[in-house]
């Protein structure tokens, strides 16, 4: 593993590139090509025997992505990194590359819908069958491997409802057993967890999210462990399956990492903030933070996480309906899915994000008609504040009218 002596908030600014070799210019330059030339016929054929190091074609490689990759290796404490044209395209890939036929994948019980989606999919088409479980207890865990078992695959924390799922535990269990850990980390961001680090095997983002946090591009990460790996995978899934990233939004997100220190930090004190605010409320019911010390996985969360992030999930009284008025009540704060931007966005997983899972299912999730998934934003607290009090007043007096 690559060790690195600069912090992350260094790295996101220098790694990867030398504007020496580049005329001097300070912002990374974007290479918009589809293809390199060659000196001479025999530099072309030494490129491609792999005698040489360069550049082919820009599908396996580009120097803007490239730079992306490298600080994002950096970040990830990884080996090796893999830019793809969505977070799906990096899900799709390594699951591609760590699976045949007839295997079997244990994930964390709640995983992001089109992961879901694709698993289904493995399963029909491939015979590569999977199991949900809540990794709570070394024992539920190894009750669930099967001799098919190739890989265990988290989310932590769990969308929406924040749960959190040990990662120290599940690399233990999956040493034992000689199975690689996959971890989507989109929701902490490389600045706030880092699961190589802990022992995982690989870890993707969508960098749709906070990676980037402009809300201007869909684009995907993987970084592994073993350099080696990730290179075959390059020459391997991510040429052949071709879901890569394209030289612009590399060059977009290459200028959106360089604040992700100084986002996730105003994030996590915007998120605090209304956090007490939200606890203050009588219509607020549950609320779901990770670093809320009254969370019974608070230890975990120390254990595992820098700090919490800006996603906090909440309920409201009054149903369905209660969550629908009071996000029609907000004017600042934006109804969107996605989340990591610089707008705070507020979404009803019930009939948003999880509105394909069956309603019984959503129940054992936890996933309730009247939770809100707030994406805390960049704005001043006081007026994400104003704004949410602005509804809550509403929704009070509408209660109140339903209760006479
Ligand atoms: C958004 C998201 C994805 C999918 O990423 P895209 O960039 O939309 O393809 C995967 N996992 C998590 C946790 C996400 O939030």
């Not at 080996?79 to 977070?87: E, M, Q, R």
């Not at 070394?138 to 959190?164: G, R």
Request: overall charge negative; hydrophobic content about 40%; glycine content about 8%.
């Amino acid at each position: 593993m690559k060790k690195n002596k600069l912090h992350k908030d260094t790295l996101v600014v220098h790694e990867g590139y030398d504007d020496t070799k580049h005329h001097g210019s300070l912002a990374v330059p974007l290479y918009q090509t589809s293809t390199y030339s060659f000196d001479t016929a025999e530099q072309g054929e030494k490129r491609f025997s792999g005698e040489e190091a360069g550049n082919i074609y820009s599908r396996i490689g580009n120097p803007t992505v490239r730079v992306l990759e490298e600080r994002m290796t950096a970040l990830e404490e990884g080996g090796g990194a893999l830019a793809f044209g969505s977070g799906m395209a990096a899900v799709s890939s390594i699951l591609v590359h760590l699976t045949k036929a007839g295997d079997h994948i244990l994930c964390s019980r709640g995983i992001y819908g089109c992961t879901f989606g694709l698993l289904n999919i493995m399963k029909e088409k491939y015979n590569i069958t999977h199991s949900l479980i809540s990794m709570t207890s070394e024992e539920e865990i190894e009750q669930a491997i099967t001799p098919e078992t190739v890989c265990i695959y988290v989310e932590t924390p769990i969308n929406p409802t924040m749960e959190l799922v040990d990662l120290h535990l599940i690399v233990k269990v999956a040493k034992k057993h000689g199975l690689r850990v996959v971890v989507d980390n989109t929701f902490t961001s490389p600045y706030l967890q880092n699961p190589l680090a802990i022992g995982a095997d690989f870890v993707l983002h969508s960098a749709t999210k906070y990676i980037n946090g402009h809300g201007d591009v869909i684009a995907g990460l993987l970084v592994g462990k073993d350099a080696d790996e990730m290179e075959k995978l390059r020459y391997s899934v991510q040429k052949d399956y071709g879901a890569i990233m394209s030289p612009f939004d590399a060059w977009l997100l290459i200028r959106g990492l360089k604040t992700l220190p100084v986002r996730m930090e105003r994030h996590t004190a915007n998120a605090e903030k209304l956090l007490v605010y939200l606890k203050g409320q009588s219509l607020v019911e549950d609320i779901y933070y990770p670093f809320d010390k009254g969370n019974p996985q608070y230890e975990i969360a120390e254990r595992q996480m820098k700090a919490g992030g800006g996603l906090i999930s909440f309920t409201v009284k009054g149903g369905k309906k209660g969550a629908q008025l009071f996000m029609d009540s907000l004017s600042l704060i934006k109804i969107a899915v996605s989340l990591g931007d610089a707008e705070t966005l507020i979404q009803h997983p019930a009939t948003m994000t999880h509105s394909s899972v069956p309603e019984e299912e959503r129940g054992k999730m936890g996933i309730s008609d009247s939770l809100l998934r707030l994406s805390v934003g960049l704005e001043h607290p006081e007026d994400l504040i104003a704004d949410l009090k602005s509804a809550f007043t509403i929704l009070e007096k509408t209660n109140s009218l339903h209760a006479n």
